[in-house]
Nanobody, 123 residues
Framework: QVQLAESGGGLVETGGSLRLSCAASGRTFTDYSVAWFRQAPGKGREFVAFITWSGSNTIYADSVKGRFTISRDNAKNTAYLQMSTLKTEDTAVYYC????????????????WGQGTQVTVSS
């Protein structure tokens, strides 16, 4: 089992920045790839960003490419999502998810999830 806990959400104005954190506990964090997903009110959960277990490769949704950066610090068992140039359409609950050593951007491929953190971007 891997337990995940997100933090860092909040209210920010358009154009602002936030950094989300995903703290992991349980199994060996370095064996797990991590992804961020988000869910806006009335919409499905969508992929945002992915990072491999080693941190050597990343994948981004087109909607956030160039604005968001995913990273991880395996010594701290934590993954991050740095969000910049935020837009109102980025408003959502953001979730981190983990799965064992695989490249995946489909939410159905992730067995471990955090509880989510709310990000609200105001105009």
């Amino acid at each position: 089992q891997v337990q995940l806990a997100e933090s860092g959400g909040g209210l920010v104005e358009t154009g602002g920045s936030l950094r989300l954190s995903c703290a992991a506990s349980g199994r060996t964090f370095t064996d797990y790839s991590v992804a961020w997903f988000r869910q806006a009110p009335g919409k499905g959960r969508e992929f945002v960003a992915f990072i491999t277990w080693s941190g050597s490769n990343t994948i981004y949704a087109d909607s956030v490419k160039g604005r968001f950066t995913i990273s991880r610090d395996n010594a701290k068992n934590t993954a991050y999502l740095q969000m910049s140039t935020l837009k109102t359409e980025d408003t959502a609950v953001y979730y981190c998810a983990a799965r064992y050593m695989a490249v995946a951007t489909n939410k159905n491929q992730y067995p471990y999830w955090g509880q989510g953190t709310q990000v609200t971007v105001s105009s």
